[in-house]
């Protein structure tokens, strides 16, 4: 990519990731609250006193460098991995019910060549309700093929998981939590390796998700997408290091904290500004304007 790096003392760049603000979701019943979490593995703390809150329907981007804790934020909430010390709560009862929380991990993490139909991953976001030994009824085939239909993939729900591309992987993914009646969706960096346009094609669903008051957390390293995409924004490593608004939380000293010298700011041919920390072996990542 043409281009020519900024500092983060450079005021106009940072300037440059204003976002487009969205307003937060207008119910404001918190869906989430983290008190003073902290999370060690053997190898060493992989998040501390982790404090906030999260409001019922609004979308949220988790970023912060490599190893800043993100995967592991997400497995504590998913009831994955127990905290060390601090709590969860849960304090809206829809969020807190069986199956209210739906994590769709790193697609690193997961063994695509299992030999399982689109249609059957999606029902296992049923299981909870149909129970592992029941047989699932007519409800829960039309729940199936409704969540297929959302995310634009019933023609392909006899497919095989493994035949499909990244970002219709991702929407089947999208599609099982929906089955499962999921309030609070858990994405860890479902961005990662899709071009543009099933980029879109995701955040075009977020934006129905939006609409049903869904309360979603993603992962991600893009913080321009981050801030035009998302309501609030926190910034992990290992500490949270910010949380608000993306004007709130992208300042130079918040950045530096987070990222140390590991962000490249750039302008592109077409003059803007595109921003990415150089995690994952990408050097700089195309955004889009
Ligand atoms: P991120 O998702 O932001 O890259 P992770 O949550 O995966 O960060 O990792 C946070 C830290 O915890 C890293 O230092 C990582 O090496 C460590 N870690 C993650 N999972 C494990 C595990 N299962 N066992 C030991 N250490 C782990
Ligand atoms: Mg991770």
């Known amino acids: 990519m043409p281009g020519a790096r900024f500092t983060f003392?450079?005021?106009?760049?940072?300037?440059?990731?204003a976002p487009a603000i969205r307003?937060?979701?207008?119910?404001?019943?918190?869906?989430?609250?983290?008190?003073a979490l902290t999370v060690r593995y053997n190898s060493g703390a992989a998040l501390e006193n982790i404090s906030c809150t999260i409001q019922r329907g609004e979308q949220v981007a988790v970023v912060g460098p490599n190893g800043a804790g993100k995967s592991t934020l997400f497995k504590v909430i998913a009831g994955l991995h127990a905290p060390q010390h601090g709590q969860l709560r849960f304090p809206d009862p829809a969020c807190a019910a069986p199956g209210a929380v739906a994590y769709i991990p790193q697609r690193s993490?997961?063994?695509?060549?299992?030999?399982?139909?689109?249609?059957?991953v999606v029902m296992m976001g049923r299981t909870g309700r149909v129970g592992l030994f029941r047989r699932?009824?007519?409800?829960?085939?039309?729940?199936?093929?409704a969540a297929l239909d959302r995310v634009q993939m019933s023609k392909f729900s006899q497919r095989q998981i493994s035949e499909l591309?990244?970002?219709?992987?991702?929407?089947?993914?999208?599609?099982?939590a929906l089955a499962q009646e999921a309030t609070l969706l858990l994405m860890d960096e479902p961005l990662t390796g899709l071009d543009m346009r099933s980029?879109?094609?995701i955040f075009a669903i977020l934006d129905s998700l939006r609409a049903q008051h869904v309360t979603v957390l993603t992962a991600l390293h893009d913080l321009q997408l981050a801030a035009r995409h998302f309501d609030r924004v926190m910034l992990l490593n290992q500490r949270l290091i910010g949380f608000g608004t993306p004007d709130e939380v992208f300042t130079p000293t918040q950045l530096m904290s987070a990222y140390g010298g590991h962000l490249h700011l750039a302008l592109t041919d077409t003059g803007v500004l595109t921003v990415a920390d150089t995690c994952c072996g990408h050097d700089e990542v195309a955004v889009n304007a």
Do not use: K, Y
């Not at 699932?136 to 093929?145: K, T, W």
């Not at 990244?166 to 929407?171: F, I, N, S, T, V």
């Open 23 to 35: 307003p937060i979701a207008a119910q404001t019943a918190p869906a989430l609250e983290l008190a």
């Open 199 to 201: 980029q879109d094609g």
């Open 165 to 176: 591309s990244g970002g219709q992987q991702q929407r089947v993914f999208i599609a099982r």
């Open 9 to 17: 003392q450079n005021d106009m760049a940072i300037q440059q990731l």
């Open 136 to 145: 699932p009824s007519c409800h829960d085939r039309e729940q199936v093929l």
């Open 109 to 120: 993490q997961v063994d695509w060549r299992f030999p399982v139909s689109v249609f059957d």
